[in-house]
Nanobody, 126 residues
């Protein structure tokens, strides 16, 4: 599966952005999808994930209530709506895909995902 993420930019604290990821491949609708982020000098970390069925989602604590992950199977797209952005959200954001063991599975480990987008930069100014 091929992933192409976009939508990053520069925004002031308290602002909003929506990241997009186009997922292409014959069986792309069957993949579990997620967003990760990485700041300079830091390890890549899980942000949000959505199951292959789209019936289950999971967020890291720091973005709970501010970020929303969705997927559009008709468009083969993954989205991350980010609101009330904070300077600590500044990072390179990546979409990722994995073939799940069950339709409701969401994993948070970076090593569990084999396919990645190229990354889109989000910068939040104070």
């Amino acid at each position: 599966v091929h992933l192409a993420d976009s939508g990053g930019g520069l925004v002031q604290a308290g602002g909003s952005l929506r990241l997009s990821c186009v997922v292409s491949g014959r069986t792309s609708v069957s993949y579990a999808l997620a967003w990760f982020r990485q700041s300079p000098g830091q390890e890549r970390e899980f942000v949000a994930g959505i199951s292959a069925s789209a019936g289950n989602s999971h967020y890291t604590d720091s973005v709970q209530g501010r970020f929303t992950i969705t997927r559009d199977k008709a468009e083969n797209a993954l989205y991350l709506q980010m609101k009330n952005l904070k300077p600590e959200d500044t990072a390179l954001y990546y979409c990722a895909a994995r073939w799940p063991r069950t339709p409701e599975e969401i994993l948070t480990k970076t090593a569990a995902y084999g396919d990645w987008g190229q990354g889109t930069q989000v910068t939040v100014s104070a």
